[in-house]
């Protein structure tokens, strides 16, 4: 077992943990404040015999990613705000041809140009809903550099097992914060792998198989001639204007990540045990609320942390169950309360939401959360 | 009983396809399977590539790889496939909106990276697939749905775009000129490095309608008449260059292809 330690910035962990995973292809466009994971895959997937390629534009970014995984690459893709808008076409692109990508959006401040250098988390419902049409996501936020890189990893296998576009939504407060790391050695490193077909067996590109979650894909140049389209399609993935069909498909889609909430969503709680108070917050915010729930604990303040770890599918039900046990919620967040319009819509009433938030490249302080909290009692 | 080519290249079971009575694009997508005929390519190692238009249609009949993708971004996931895997033979099929209106930003980067990608360009001089729209390559004054009064637009010439862009190989022909775009698609699939064949097309339905071309007949034989290719333009006095347009190889030089480029910086950091 060869562990090392190293002492690195989030965006340098989510490198060391897509390499891991198994990342032999990345394609990207330079923007702060992501700009470390695209120099650093340039500097480490030759190495291994992977392929970078800087792209002319953030479009080009991910159509690339999505090429390279069609010929079995394990593929991703690094942007903030600007970029991961552009790149939203493609991400539907990618979830309904349910071609597996990873796609980095390290959050900085503000709409359009914003603050380019400063934190921010008001693209958590772009994660969700930035591309047209209803299509299934998977949406990780790590809180430390440790998260980082083992959220990195669990996105590429997510991908690979739900064949499908995986969000790994950062922000400037993790991605730029340096912190001590363990990296583990990669035999105790649990990766996933597509599964393919075997050539002579009965293929059908887009059929899913007795066993399978998802449909079987083969590799491009693999002896399976398949056609792979954006339009709706049958199983054999040839387009099908056929309403009845596109109803199949969409309700399979969307299907394959409820059906499977319990294995997508992770998340953390903090002595919430006895809360009487929760406290919702994640990201880069939630290292602000953990640090408050330290001081208000030793108040005597029965308070407690909810952190959502993959907040797309959003954790629903742990947020019910505990919406139905304390006095109140208040949801904290780089934004104008985007987590906290999700919560309100789950807890349906059974106590107060709150929010405390901001966008203005500002971190959260614990002392700013702690006088907001305090109005509730 | 089915052409030999029909058979061999094509899926049988997803005709007819989708193209209006007249419209050019058969003529291409059948040039496109003889070249790779002729070549012997293994088709487990085609991968043909296109963004969204009438033109883009094509790879769901043709029995290879095929990848049906976002309008314009064609060129950028064939990027993905062929850095990913050089052993691939990857044919881009792209129309002129398609490639030189949204897409234009991938063209000039593709062909100035030398990667070793195959453009064939369908170029029909308007946006098809949505009704008559006036395209980059509609030429100045003629007609659109969304140009009533006459295009004010300057036309691209896609060919000399991607050679300024630094395609090392580029070549235009039409839908009339067969046998010689088979040749040039042919030479284009061979040629390692970037390569744009742009084949003039026709579109009764829509250019043709809106413009008063006449027949399909009658735009084929325009086809026939305003092209000559520029190797024999040169020995013709002015007066018979005249109104013509220039057609036939433009350029076809070696230099480093992308890929092999990066499997030489793979190499090296082995050592």
């Known amino acids: 077992m060869a562990r090392k330690v190293k002492f690195l910035q989030g965006n340098e962990a989510c490198v060391e943990g897509a390499l891991m995973a198994g990342m032999t292809f990345y394609s990207g466009y330079p923007i702060t404040p992501s700009t470390e994971i695209a120099e650093l895959s340039a500097e480490g997937l030759p190495r291994i015999g992977g392929k970078f390629i800087q792209m002319e534009d953030e479009i080009a970014g991910i159509a690339a990613a999505i090429g390279a995984s069609l010929t079995g690459a394990k593929a991703m893709t690094a942007t903030s705000g600007p970029g991961f808008s552009l790149k939203q076409e493609n991400i539907g692109y990618a979830a309904l041809t349910e071609v597996p990508v990873v796609i980095v959006n390290v959050q900085r401040g503000g709409p359009s140009t914003g603050l380019p250098t400063a934190p921010g988390q008001g693209d958590l419902m772009q994660a969700m809903w930035g591309t047209h049409g209803d299509h299934p996501v998977i949406c990780l936020t790590p809180d430390s550099v440790k998260e980082t890189f083992d959220l990195t990893i669990r996105?590429?296998?997510?991908?690979?097992?739900?064949?499908?576009?995986?969000?790994?939504?950062?922000?400037?407060?993790?991605?730029?914060?340096?912190?001590?790391?363990?990296?583990?050695?990669?035999?105790?490193?649990?990766?996933?792998?597509?599964?393919?077909?075997?050539?002579?067996?009965?293929?059908?590109?887009?059929?899913?198989?007795?066993?399978?979650?998802?449909?079987?894909?083969?590799?491009?140049?693999?002896?399976?001639?398949?056609?792979?389209?954006?339009?709706?399609?049958?199983?054999?993935?040839?387009?099908?204007?056929?309403?009845?069909?596109?109803?199949?498909?969409?309700?399979?889609?969307?299907?394959?990540?409820?059906?499977?909430?319990?294995?997508?969503?992770?998340?953390?709680?903090?002595?919430?045990?006895?809360?009487?108070?929760?406290?919702?917050?994640?990201?880069?915010?939630?290292?602000?609320?953990?640090?408050?729930?330290?001081?208000?604990?030793?108040?005597?303040?029965?308070?407690?942390?909810?952190?959502?770890?993959?907040?797309?599918?959003?954790?629903?039900?742990?947020?019910?169950?505990?919406?139905?046990?304390?006095?109140?919620?208040?949801?904290?967040?780089?934004?104008?309360?985007?987590?906290?319009?999700?919560?309100?819509?789950?807890?349906?009433?059974?106590?107060?939401?709150?929010?405390?938030?901001?966008?203005?490249?500002?971190?959260?302080?614990?002392?700013?959360?702690?006088?907001?909290?305090?109005?509730?009692? | 009983m089915n052409h030999p080519l029909v058979e061999g290249y094509f899926r049988m079971e997803k005709f007819p396809h989708i193209w209006c009575p007249g419209c050019g694009h058969g003529i291409i997508m059948a040039s496109i399977a003889r070249s790779i005929e002729k070549l012997g390519l293994d088709k487990d190692k085609v991968c043909i590539v296109s963004g969204i238009g009438c033109s883009s249609r094509a790879p769901g009949y043709m029995d290879f790889?095929?990848?049906?993708?976002?309008?314009?971004?064609?060129?950028?996931?064939?990027?993905?496939?062929?850095?990913?895997?050089?052993?691939?033979?990857?044919?881009?099929?792209?129309?002129?909106?398609?490639?030189?209106?949204?897409?234009?930003?991938?063209?000039?980067?593709?062909?100035?990276?030398?990667?070793?990608?195959?453009?064939?360009?369908?170029?029909?001089?308007?946006?098809?697939?949505?009704?008559?729209?006036?395209?980059?390559?509609?030429?100045?004054?003629?007609?659109?749905?969304?140009?009533?009064?006459?295009?004010?637009?300057?036309?691209?010439?896609?060919?000399?775009?991607?050679?300024?862009?630094?395609?090392?190989?580029?070549?235009?022909?039409?839908?009339?000129?067969?046998?010689?775009?088979?040749?040039?698609?042919?030479?284009?699939?061979s040629h390692k490095g970037f390569s744009l064949v742009e084949a003039i097309s026709i579109c009764p339905t829509y250019y043709g309608r809106k413009n008063k071309k006449g027949s399909v007949v009658d735009m084929m034989n325009w086809l026939k008449d305003s092209f000559v290719d520029h190797k024999v333009a040169e020995k013709l006095p002015p007066e018979k260059k005249e109104g013509k347009f220039l057609m036939g190889e433009f350029i076809n030089k070696i230099e480093p292809e992308y890929t092999e480029q990066y499997d030489k910086i793979i190499e090296q950091l082995k050592k």
């Open chain 1, 155 to 377: 996105a590429f296998n997510l991908a690979e097992k739900y064949r499908t576009p995986v969000i790994l939504l950062t922000d400037e407060i993790t991605g730029h914060m340096r912190e001590k790391i363990e990296i583990p050695d990669q035999s105790e490193i649990e990766i996933y792998n597509r599964i393919k077909p075997t050539l002579g067996e009965d293929y059908k590109a887009y059929k899913v198989y007795d066993g399978d979650i998802v449909p079987k894909m083969a590799d491009f140049g693999s002896g399976f001639r398949y056609h792979v389209t954006g339009l709706m399609h049958d199983e054999t993935g040839f387009p099908s204007n056929s309403t009845k069909n596109a109803a199949v498909l969409m309700d399979r889609l969307m299907a394959k990540i409820e059906n499977n909430k319990e294995d997508i969503i992770t998340y953390e709680e903090i002595e919430t045990a006895d809360a009487e108070y929760l406290i919702v917050a994640y990201g880069g915010t939630a290292r602000t609320a953990k640090a408050a729930i330290k001081t208000l604990r030793a108040e005597g303040i029965k308070v407690g942390l909810f952190r959502p770890i993959t907040v797309w599918p959003f954790p629903e039900k742990q947020v019910v169950e505990l919406s139905e046990k304390v006095k109140d919620v208040l949801v904290a967040e780089l934004n104008y309360g985007q987590m906290k319009l999700e919560v309100e819509r789950v807890v349906k009433g059974n106590c107060p939401v709150r929010f405390c938030g901001k966008a203005n490249g500002e971190v959260l302080t614990p002392e700013e959360l702690i006088r907001k909290f305090k109005e509730v009692l």
């Open chain 2, 65 to 189: 790889n095929t990848l049906h993708t976002t309008h314009g971004r064609a060129l950028a996931f064939a990027t993905g496939v062929k850095l990913a895997n050089p052993e691939l033979e990857v044919i881009v099929i792209a129309g002129d909106g398609d490639l030189s209106a949204i897409g234009g930003n991938h063209l000039i980067h593709a062909a100035r990276r030398n990667i070793g990608l195959t453009t064939i360009c369908f170029n029909n001089n308007i946006y098809g697939m949505t009704g008559g729209q006036y395209s980059p390559t509609t030429p100045t004054n003629e007609k659109g749905t969304t140009a009533p009064y006459g295009n004010i637009d300057k036309p691209f010439d896609i060919t000399q775009l991607a050679m300024g862009a630094g395609a090392t190989y580029a070549a235009k022909t039409t839908v009339y000129h067969v046998n010689q775009m088979d040749k040039l698609i042919e030479s284009a699939i």
